[in-house]
């Protein structure tokens, strides 16, 4: 079974585990962000960081709120530095998601050991 832009998200793998490699664990989040962006740079993907995503309720704007990168105009990467992955950030990933006209993110954690979630979702702003 193939998955939504698999060849995108395998790439953002990639490059995710050159930048962990290199780095190691114990920066903050932008400090991996940026890397990142390097690495997107030279591989010529597209990578937009702090991508704005506007919370609509009721057709009025309630929420305004910056995912780490926006690659392709297609995927939502959302970076941690944690020692695990929790629900919540796996809830935040889909909440993006949600609010977005975006359908596929991954959660990438540079904690003690690398963790990748790959989530996906199908709303009516698709």
Known sequence: MA???EDLTRRIIEIFYNVYNTLGYGFL???YENALVIE???SGVDA???APIKVVYDRQIVGEYFIDLLVENCVIVEIKAVKALLKEHEAQLLNYLKASEMEVGLLLNFGPKPEIRRKIFDNDKK
């Open 40 to 42: 997107f740079n030279k």
């Open 48 to 50: 937009r960081p702090q």
């Open 3 to 5: 998955y939504k832009y």
């Open 29 to 31: 989040e932008k400090v």
